[in-house]
């Protein structure tokens, strides 16, 4: 009877040994996998979460970085009317020195040219779509204007039938002369109304299609 508890009692010790490696098993099997994936996910969530405010922000520095691109863009692009060059040279300019095809020509050139950095696809088809839209208003600019210069000789015979004539320099550079008992023929006068409007036309046409090119492109993308 005596070696019946005895082993009774060595059985329960070890169904409880065995209880206790079970738990153990158990506890390394199922529950620290179950808690390092919970730490995993949330670790994960975190990431994601840093993934997504650092994706905004960079999002946010593209646009501003397209949008101060496009208006050095537009910048460049108006030079397209030959402004610049109308300031920078002494010669008397022309609307035939930059003719409404050319203008068109230079903003495509400006455009193939211009690097943007990390346009997306709809952007650049709108800048494109911009670029186009500008041509139509060049050669309605430049027709204008062509006819204000071959009509203006006209308009000034014209006015000085009807006794009007323009403000110019030409006539107190007549004044001053005539009291010197010199006088400045009508044709002399005809010559320079006609140089000076039609300069001032000349410069009114390069300052529309720059202000056009900009109207048309906005400064902002």
């Not at 230079?106 to 500008?134: G, M, P, Q, W, Y």
Request: aromatic share 10%; glycine share 4%; charged share 25%.
């Amino acid at each position: 009877m005596q070696k019946i508890d005895i082993y009774l009692s060595r059985i329960s010790q070890l169904v409880q040994v065995g209880l206790f490696i079970t738990t153990l098993l158990t506890i390394y099997y199922t529950v620290i996998p179950l808690y390092k994936s919970a730490q995993l996910e949330e670790s994960l969530a975190r990431k994601e979460a840093e993934y997504e405010s650092l994706s905004v922000k960079a999002k946010d520095i593209l646009y501003k970085v397209n949008g101060w691109e496009y208006q050095q863009f537009v910048r460049i692009a108006s030079e397209c009317s030959g402004v610049p060059e109308v300031f920078l040279k002494d010669e008397k300019p022309s609307i035939g020195n930059r003719p409404a095809v050319e203008v068109d020509a230079c903003l495509h050139t400006v455009l193939a040219k211009f690097k943007f950095t990390d346009l997306s696809s709809e952007k650049n088809t709108e800048i494109h779509a911009r670029v186009a839209s500008v041509r139509p208003v060049l050669f309605s600019i430049y027709k204008d204007y062509s006819n204000r210069f071959d009509e203006y000789p006209s308009k000034i015979d014209q006015d000085m039938k009807n006794g009007k004539t323009p403000r110019s320099s030409i006539d107190q550079l007549d004044q001053l002369v005539g009291d010197l008992g010199y006088r400045i023929s009508d044709n002399q006068k005809r010559d320079s109304y006609v140089n000076s409007g039609r300069l001032e036309i000349t410069y009114g046409y390069f300052s529309a299609v720059s202000d056009a090119i900009r109207a048309t492109l906005g400064e902002k993308l």
